[in-house]
């Protein structure tokens, strides 16, 4: 087993055991969506139209609420500077952890997304496109999201910092998670500009991410 391989398991191991912050997460994505009904009212075709952002806003609030973790257990435990020292480098070890923690707190979230469609009244094929744009955007999420985490994890209550860094930064993929997901049930834009877009966020995440997060932490932790 290669030391990148040994982070993800190690990661999501501990992210899926009780307190690991995966179970939080997912939680906090399925009280937001049922409860949205009640808010919304009886009105059907509001709740339809309204689907995919409710599911949208749900899934970024919750991978939000579980990021501060992404490296902050390890600072506190010491085991990020064995990872900073280490001879793996240091931007394919963050690549390792926000992919472990894609896999334990993002996941989830997509998997659910078929069961709380029911709950929006989205028809199934409405519920697909929902869960595939999340399936492309929740990446882009993550990646990003590792840039505000490994800024505040040396602060002091870096928490509420690393929020109001990421938000902004979530922006464009929530638009066009949303966007392509609208385009689905009420058109007339076409499904496929807006994904494509998507898809894109997540890559240029995938590149820039793990190098300004081991940057970012390199500086935080001299």
């Known amino acids: 087993m290669t030391a990148l391989s040994a ?6 191991r501990i992210a899926l055991r009780v307190g690991g912050g995966a179970l939080i997460g997912v939680l906090f994505f399925l009280t937001v969506v049922v409860l949205m009904p009640f808010a919304v009212g009886p009105d059907l075709a509001l709740l339809s139209r309204l689907g ?4 949208w806003l749900g899934a970024l609030l919750a991978s939000l609420l579980t990021l501060d973790r992404l490296f902050m257990a390890d600072h506190e435990d010491g085991s990020l500077d064995l990872i900073t020292m280490s001879r793996t480098p ?3 070890a963050c690549a390792a952890k926000a992919l472990a ?29 929902v869960a ?4 492309a955007g929740t990446p882009a999420l993550t990646f990003t999201g590792m840039i505000g985490a490994a800024l505040a994890v040396t602060l002091h209550r870096g928490g509420l910092l690393m929020a109001v860094l990421v938000l902004p930064l979530s922006i464009p993929v929530l638009i066009f998670g949303v966007a ?18 998507l ?23 001299d």
């Open 90 to 92: 240091l931007e394919l």
């Open 199 to 221: 898809c894109a966020l997540s890559l240029v995440s995938l590149v820039i991410g793990p190098f300004a997060a081991a940057a970012s932490l390199r500086h935080g932790l």
């Open 7 to 12: 982070l993800i398991h190690r990661d999501v």
């Open 132 to 135: 595939l744009t999340l399936l």
């Open 52 to 55: 995919p952002a409710i599911l």
């Open 101 to 129: 923690h894609w896999l334990a707190a993002g996941l989830p979230l997509i998997v659910a997304t078929p069961i709380l469609g029911l709950l929006l009244n989205l028809d199934m094929v409405a519920t697909g496109a």
């Open 180 to 197: 392509a997901s609208q385009a689905v049930i009420v058109g007339p834009m076409s499904f496929g500009a807006p994904f494509s877009i």
